[in-house]
């Protein structure tokens, strides 16, 4: 049974994985990378991904549908919780002031955090909700296309 449930949670992790990548963001898998990331100038946005229901049913679309718009972040990247933990551990540092919290977003301007959308502004929301919040922070801090 065991055997079993490790089967199906490598599943639904690679599932999470690809939904992301295709939506357009780079997946940041090791505290090299995400060092990489967050040194680029311009603005970035973090999806902090997970598999409970909130990030598949909710922010993973959200990720997805908030960057089809006039002013949006120079780089989209994600972290996975639970699965790439010293990446994730590493781009939390980058979050001051905000609890660990996934699914999250974070929007980051020069390497320095601008806003959060944290789990409680995402899990029992509409995902057009969170577009919304998504695409106002992007008018906020990011540059017209």
Do not use: W
């Not at 002013?71 to 939390?92: C, N």
């Amino acid at each position: 049974m065991n055997m079993d449930f490790n089967f199906l949670m490598n599943d639904v992790v690679q599932q999470a994985r690809k939904e992301i990548a295709a939506a357009g963001y780079t997946e940041l898998k090791t505290p090299e990378e995400v060092k990489e990331a967050f040194a680029k100038e311009g603005t970035t946005l973090v999806m902090v991904n997970s598999v409970c229901g909130c990030a598949g049913g909710i922010a993973r679309p959200a990720a997805a549908h908030s960057v089809h718009f006039d002013q949006r972040p120079d780089h989209l990247v994600t972290v996975f919780a639970g699965q790439d933990k010293e990446a994730t551990e590493l781009a939390r540092t980058y979050f001051t002031g905000y609890p660990p919290s996934s699914p999250s977003f974070a929007l980051l301007k020069d390497g320095k955090l601008c806003t959060m959308v944290e789990r409680h502004e995402i899990e029992g929301h509409q995902p057009m909700e969170v577009v919304h919040k998504l695409q106002s922070a992007f008018e906020t801090h990011c540059s017209e296309l």
